[in-house]
T-cell receptor
Framework: AQKITQTQPGMFVQEKEAVTLDCTYD???????LFWYKQPSSGEMIFLIY??????QNATEGRYSLNFQKARKSANLVISASQLGDSAMYFC?????????????FGAGTRLFVKA | DAGVIQSPRHEVTEMGQEVTLRCKPI?????LFWYRQTMMRGLELLIY????????DSGMPEDRFSAKMPNASFSTLKIQPSEPRDSAVYFC???????????FGQGTRLTVV
């Protein structure tokens, strides 16, 4: 069965510093995808970044990068140069299988607080 | 593209009433997911469709919940009869065929009193 674990319920970071949000996953399927989402206090779910299990390079999108360590089954999100607007809940998600038509489940989330 | 569109944004209903939540996925996306978010249980996958066909509804909590996708541009999630414990935010999400992007609607906040 799929499983996603986010062990940090809450994290603090100083503005302009980098922060790493942890995510580990468990799957026996060799083909899977990993996602990160941001949920600000307004409630919407914002797609940040995607990593496929066969991707050789770590995914990057602007200030977001995904530190993908396949052997350790970890997919940590790194936010560089934190901004006050980065304060939000962050969710890691996993989809088993190639393509869009597969089950995608979410971790419990990490609440990030950015301090001025 | 307007993104995934859900309606209504907010719904307050009395226990026992039927509730219908609606979702319009992004054009060209062939997978659609319904999630429920609560403080206690987080984000739960209720059901998902691929090419309008329900693939896995094992997350639907009870027979009171049902979902349909009559065509590629519309899906509904129905709760009949509703109960106070159904109060939650219900999200719809759609995904590209490649599965490299999945976008959420704004959610429907349901309150059953």
């Amino acid at each position: 069965a799929q499983k996603i674990t986010q062990t940090q319920p809450g994290m603090f970071v100083q503005e302009k510093e980098a922060v790493t949000l942890d995510c580990t996953y468990d799957t026996s399927d060799p083909s899977y995808g990993l996602f990160w989402y941001k949920q600000p206090s307004s409630g919407e779910m914002i797609f940040l970044i995607y990593q496929g299990s066969y991707d050789q390079q770590n995914a990057t999108e602007g200030r977001y990068s995904l530190n993908f360590q396949k052997a350790r089954k970890s997919a940590n999100l790194v936010i560089s140069a934190s901004q006050l607007g980065d304060s939000a809940m962050y969710f890691c998600a996993m989809r088993e299988g190639q393509g869009g038509g597969f089950k995608t489940i979410f971790g419990a989330g990490t609440r990030l607080f950015v301090k001025a | 593209d307007a993104g995934v569109i859900q309606s209504p944004r907010h719904e307050v209903t009395e226990m026992g009433q039927e509730v219908t939540l609606r979702c319009k996925p992004i054009s060209g996306h062939n997978s659609l997911f319904w999630y429920r978010q609560t403080m206690m249980r987080g984000l739960e996958l209720l059901i998902y469709f691929n090419n309008n066909v329900p693939i896995d509804d094992s997350g639907m909590p009870e027979d009171r919940f049902s979902a349909k996708m009559p065509n590629a541009s519309f899906s509904t999630l129905k709760i009949q009869p509703s109960e106070p414990r159904d109060s939650a935010v219900y999200f719809c999400a759609s995904s590209t065929p490649q599965g490299t992007e999945a976008f959420f609607g704004q959610g429907t906040r349901l309150t059953v009193v």
